[in-house]
């Protein structure tokens, strides 16, 4: 799968994650497979609300792997929150048992890592062999733009 940079106003760039999120004291709720499909639309709908896209979904017996596209303005933690506290209010207005428990539905806890089409290692080495390329020789640079001196102007 390739993932393409997506262009902004201000910027070029990627925001895609994979989330990786449980049930409160891992329950393996999603054994049963109605809940799973459920929980999987919960899912997609939001991401059709929010306008995040879903390359890939499991909803394990005990948590859920999401690798997810966000737009540029999006933090992943507030994609978490809405991904958790939207999936919650669905589920546990289609399951009353859910909401007989009176507990919170996910665990507070989550794992979260930017994906990309390059490795931190490409990324350090850009970042280390790039910087003094940015110059400009002299002799390259337009005179209107040379910096003149103050003993000029006098």
Known sequence: MKLNLKATNHGVGQNVYHLVFKPKYARPLFKNLHFRKVCEGAF????????????????????????????????????????????????????????????????????????GNVSADVIQNYIKHSQDSWSLPDSKIPTYYHQKHLSAFA
């Open 44 to 115: 997609r709908l939001i991401a059709f609300q929010y306008d995040f896209v879903i390359h890939e979904l499991q909803v394990m017996p005990d948590h859920v792997h999401i690798f997810v596209d966000l737009k540029p303005y999006m933090p992943v933690s507030k994609a978490l929150q809405l991904l958790k506290g939207v999936s919650s209010r669905i589920l546990r207005r289609n399951f009353s048992y859910l909401r007989e428990d009176g507990q919170h539905l996910w665990s507070p806890g989550k794992f979260y890592r930017s994906v």
